[in-house]
């Protein structure tokens, strides 16, 4: 597979390692127990374009291929899985709708606030009864003159206490539903009828806060559809197209956390031989290392293929899934092992490795579970 990298992406792929070893390593445990991340870490994160990633460079953003994008989430989630959610939520899942299917005046006005972290946004489509099965969504617009009328819930939406825009999806026709009755919208924090709730109290990513959404007789007006109105009733694909991505992403950030616990874990591994001449007491962490180390190379060359495939051109639905699964269990496994080989320390409480354990898990939750990610790649194989 060529990777050809510019010496711009080499660049800015080790500023960005820099960034994490000497700026954002160092506060992780503060971030973790404050559950914030702090304003001038956020802005730092602006001067370095991190909120522009893929958006194009006509746009204000770095116009970075999925391949290099990837890389980069690699880099950055080699620490707490925090800061990786509050640049990925916006420049991911929560713009990628308006790249793809914007008008010219949504991608003129609204991109270029985002690429520069002036504007977060948001990504709103779960459910109380609509996670998984997203074409069950229960979030109604109905078109009232000039303005779209939002009525529902939606639960676990990542950034919601910092974004300012939010893609929001709704049932526009009861019918069709997902076969041409659903549409996106663009909600702007502040338009009448639409509140933030409370945040969730979550297992991990602690410097990451989801939230609750009430739209209530919400007024959105008729330009917001992403897309415009020849794209009323097209927001499901609009929606699925932005997950198949988002899956590489966060294939990208198990991958990366992976990384971190190996690199942990032989430095302690290290440090004990080091202190000690008992060398077959260690045989049993010495294998778990390894099998780390060979999951995550084969890990890492599924995203990068699945990654590449994307810049090609190809329809990367069954491989985005693939990767999700392979990237997000496999940092699971990773992580339960470090566990053994840290034996009584990794599981107090704000250990690294405690921490990264709690942040891996929910990758195999968000932007699709496990099950409906083997049911995408099933169904695919099936169909064809
Ligand atoms: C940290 C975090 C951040 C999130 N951020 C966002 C966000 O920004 N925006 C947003 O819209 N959502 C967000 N979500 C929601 C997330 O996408 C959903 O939690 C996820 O899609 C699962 O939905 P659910 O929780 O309703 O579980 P359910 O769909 O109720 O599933 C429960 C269990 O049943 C299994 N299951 C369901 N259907 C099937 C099936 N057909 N076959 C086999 N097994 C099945 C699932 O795999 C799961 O194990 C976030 C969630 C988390 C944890």
Redesign the pocket.
Same mark, same amino acid.
């Given at each position: 597979m060529p990777h050809t990298l510019s010496d711009e992406f080499e660049r800015l792929r080790l500023q960005v390692r820099h960034f994490v070893q000497e700026e954002l390593e160092p506060i992780s445990l503060a971030v973790e127990t404050r559950e914030q991340i702090p304003e001038p870490i956020v802005d730092r994160m602006r001067q370095m374009g991190l909120f522009g990633m893929p958006i194009p460079k006509a746009y204000g953003g770095l116009g970075l291929t999925t391949l290099q994008e990837v890389m980069i989430y690699e880099e950055i989630t080699q620490t707490n899985g925090c800061y990786r959610s509050r640049i990925g =939520?916006s420049n991911g *899942?929560g713009s990628m709708g308006i790249v793809y299917d914007g008008t010219v005046a949504q991608k003129e006005f609204y991109l270029p606030r985002i690429a520069c972290g002036e504007w977060s946004s948001? @990504?709103?489509?779960?459910e109380p009864n609509a996670? +998984?099965?997203a074409s069950n969504i229960a979030t109604t617009a109905v078109l009232n003159g000039d303005h779209w009328v939002l009525n529902g819930n939606?639960i @676990?939406? =990542?950034n919601a206490d910092q974004a300012r825009l939010f893609t929001t999806i709704a049932v526009t026709d009861e019918e069709k539903r997902a076969r041409g009755g659903v549409t996106a919208f663009i909600v702007e924090r502040g338009m009448p009828g639409f509140s933030v709730g409370a945040a969730d109290v979550?297992m991990g990513?602690k410097g990451s806060h =989801?939230h609750e959404l009430i739209f209530k007789d919400c007024r959105v007006p008729a330009e917001n559809v992403i897309g415009g109105m020849p794209m009323v009733g097209q927001g499901f694909k609009t929606a699925m197209r932005v997950l198949d991505k988002g899956r590489l992403c966060m294939a990208a950030c198990a991958l990366g956390a992976a990384q971190k616990i190996m690199t942990l874990c032989t430095q302690r591994m290290r440090e004990k031989r080091q202190a000690s001449t008992a060398r077959k007491e260690s045989q049993a962490a010495e294998f778990m290392l390894a099998d780390m180390a060979t999951q995550i190379f084969a890990a890492r060359q599924m995203l990068y293929q699945a990654a590449q495939l994307r810049d090609d051109g190809k329809q990367i639905t069954s491989e985005a899934s693939m990767a999700k699964i392979f990237c997000t269990e496999m940092a699971s496994r990773v992580a339960d092992d470090a566990l053994q080989i840290f034996e009584e320390e990794g599981l107090f409480t704000a250990h690294q490795i405690e921490i990264l354990l709690r942040d891996v898990r929910?990758y195999r939750?968000? $932007?699709?579970? +496990? $099950? *409906?990610q083997r049911?995408i790649v099933s169904r695919g194989l099936l169909k064809s």
């Amino acid at each position: 597979m060529p990777h050809t990298l510019s010496d711009e992406f080499e660049r800015l792929r080790l500023q960005v390692r820099h960034f994490v070893q000497e700026e954002l390593e160092p506060i992780s445990l503060a971030v973790e127990t404050r559950e914030q991340i702090p304003e001038p870490i956020v802005d730092r994160m602006r001067q370095m374009g991190l909120f522009g990633m893929p958006i194009p460079k006509a746009y204000g953003g770095l116009g970075l291929t999925t391949l290099q994008e990837v890389m980069i989430y690699e880099e950055i989630t080699q620490t707490n899985g925090c800061y990786r959610s509050r640049i990925g =939520t916006s420049n991911g *899942i929560g713009s990628m709708g308006i790249v793809y299917d914007g008008t010219v005046a949504q991608k003129e006005f609204y991109l270029p606030r985002i690429a520069c972290g002036e504007w977060s946004s948001a @990504f709103a489509l779960t459910e109380p009864n609509a996670g +998984s099965d997203a074409s069950n969504i229960a979030t109604t617009a109905v078109l009232n003159g000039d303005h779209w009328v939002l009525n529902g819930n939606k639960i @676990f939406i =990542t950034n919601a206490d910092q974004a300012r825009l939010f893609t929001t999806i709704a049932v526009t026709d009861e019918e069709k539903r997902a076969r041409g009755g659903v549409t996106a919208f663009i909600v702007e924090r502040g338009m009448p009828g639409f509140s933030v709730g409370a945040a969730d109290v979550k297992m991990g990513l602690k410097g990451s806060h =989801t939230h609750e959404l009430i739209f209530k007789d919400c007024r959105v007006p008729a330009e917001n559809v992403i897309g415009g109105m020849p794209m009323v009733g097209q927001g499901f694909k609009t929606a699925m197209r932005v997950l198949d991505k988002g899956r590489l992403c966060m294939a990208a950030c198990a991958l990366g956390a992976a990384q971190k616990i190996m690199t942990l874990c032989t430095q302690r591994m290290r440090e004990k031989r080091q202190a000690s001449t008992a060398r077959k007491e260690s045989q049993a962490a010495e294998f778990m290392l390894a099998d780390m180390a060979t999951q995550i190379f084969a890990a890492r060359q599924m995203l990068y293929q699945a990654a590449q495939l994307r810049d090609d051109g190809k329809q990367i639905t069954s491989e985005a899934s693939m990767a999700k699964i392979f990237c997000t269990e496999m940092a699971s496994r990773v992580a339960d092992d470090a566990l053994q080989i840290f034996e009584e320390e990794g599981l107090f409480t704000a250990h690294q490795i405690e921490i990264l354990l709690r942040d891996v898990r929910l990758y195999r939750i968000y $932007e699709g579970t +496990s $099950e *409906i990610q083997r049911l995408i790649v099933s169904r695919g194989l099936l169909k064809s």
